[in-house]
């Protein structure tokens, strides 16, 4: 079955540290979605990628930084994280010939 | 920047009762529109989508979209205790290439 997987489940980092969130999608998906949930402000867009070997910024890429290197796989790396940071963040996959997205499970960052 | 705005925030309602929520939009050239639920602690799902003003009916789920009033709604006919969930409007500029601006969700109960 199609599915996104994100790990860790649970992080929790120190301020000023580096974190790296990855998530693997099998959907053969061109696109890919870093999003954080936060209650009050719903899912907002920090990265994205149409493909292998680009990036773009969503609405609220600042302190954060994505990488794309196969089609299967897109991380998101804090490199001096913070407190602020400290979110659950979803990763999701698309397509050009469906409008869904399908979202990974989630991951909680604490940052300390 | 594309707005999105969900009303309510939350809601009540007896389980066999009619559910509105609604959802508005500030971009006009907006393509497509759609909803997701996402139950605690689980990921978003893609629940239904439209692209064209008018009405659009899947079992118990009917969406309504009206461009001109940058307005979009999602009724659910015979509410169940299974519908409790945060449900978010996503709205997007593009079509193929979708990147959805989410709402932050009116958290549903329904009360047997």
């Known amino acids: 079955e199609a599915a996104v997987t994100q790990s860790p489940r649970n992080k929790v980092a120190v301020t000023g540290g580096k974190v790296t969130l990855s998530c693997n999608q099998t959907n053969n998906h061109n696109n890919m979605y870093w999003y954080r949930q936060d209650t009050g402000h719903g899912l907002r867009l920090i990265h994205y990628s149409y493909g292998a070997g680009s990036t773009e910024k969503g609405d609220i890429p600042d302190g954060y930084k994505a990488s794309r290197p196969s089609q299967e796989n897109f991380s998101l790396i804090l490199e001096l994280a913070t407190p602020s940071q400290t979110s659950v963040y979803f990763c999701?996959?698309?397509?050009?010939?469906?409008?869904?997205?399908?979202f990974g499970s989630g991951t909680r960052l604490l940052v300390i | 920047q594309q707005k999105v705005q969900q009303s309510p925030e939350s809601l009540i309602v007896p389980e066999g009762a009619m559910t509105s929520l609604n959802c508005t939009f500030s971009d006009s050239a907006s393509q497509y529109f759609a909803w997701y639920r996402q139950h605690s602690g689980k990921a978003p799902k893609a629940l239904m989508s439209?692209?064209?003003?008018g009405e659009k009916e899947e079992g118990r789920f009917t969406i309504h979209l009206n461009k001109a009033s940058l307005h979009f709604s999602l009724h659910i006919r015979d509410s169940q205790p299974s519908d409790s969930a945060l449900y978010l409007c996503?709205?997007?500029?593009?079509?193929?290439?979708?990147?959805?601006?989410f709402g932050a969700g009116t958290r549903l109960k329904v009360i047997a």
């Open positions: 999701a996959s698309g397509d050009t010939s469906n409008s869904d997205y399908t």
């Open positions: 439209i692209f064209s003003n």
């Open positions: 996503a709205v997007s500029h593009n079509t193929g290439n979708y990147k959805y601006v």
